[in-house]
C-alpha cells in the first residue's frame, strides 16, 4: 500500500520553529516530486512548497518564502519542511503530498499529486 505519513506538527508560538516530516513506505520517493499543502478552517487548501525528485528544484509560496526550507533524504525516504518564523496566520493542517507527472519541475497545482499523507495539525499561538 502506498503511504505517506507526516509528523512534526504541534503547537508553538509565533516566532517559533517546527520541521515537519513526511516519510513515505510501500513505494520510493526517489522518482516523485514532494509538495506540502496546508489547509486552515473554512479555508481551501493551498500549496506552501515543493521539491523535485533529485531535490535540485523547489518552490516556496509567497507567504513562506525567506521563512520555510523544503528538503529532502532520499536514502531516508523522507522529506522535510522546515518552517522558521512561525506566524499565527500559519496555523493549518499540513499535508505532503506525492506526485510521479512532473518530478523534474513540480509546480503547487494540487492536481500534480496523487498521493496524499492523512496531515498533521500545526497551530501557531501564545
Known amino acids: 500500500q502506498l503511504q505517506l505519513v507526516e509528523s512534526g506538527g504541534g503547537l508553538v508560538q509565533p516566532g517559533g520553529s517546527l520541521r515537519l516530516s513526511c516519510a513515505a513506505s510501500g513505494f520510493t520517493l526517489d522518482y516523485y516530486a514532494i509538495g506540502w499543502f496546508r489547509q486552515a478552517p473554512g479555508k481551501e487548501r493551498e500549496g506552501v512548497s515543493c521539491i523535485s525528485s533529485n531535490g535540485g528544484k523547489t518552490t516556496y509560496a509567497d507567504t513562506v518564502k525567506g521563512r520555510f526550507t523544503i528538503s529532502r533524504d532520499n536514502a531516508k525516504n523522507t522529506v522535510y519542511l522546515q518552517m522558521n518564523s512561525l506566524k499565527p496566520e500559519d496555523t493549518a493542517v499540513y499535508y505532503c503530498?506525492?506526485?510521479?507527472?512532473?518530478?523534474?519541475?513540480?509546480?503547487?497545482?494540487?492536481?500534480?499529486?496523487?498521493?496524499w499523507g492523512q496531515g498533521t495539525q500545526v497551530t501557531v499561538s501564545s
Open positions: 503530498a506525492a506526485g510521479d507527472g512532473y518530478s523534474d519541475y513540480p509546480t503547487l497545482m494540487i492536481f500534480e499529486y496523487d498521493i
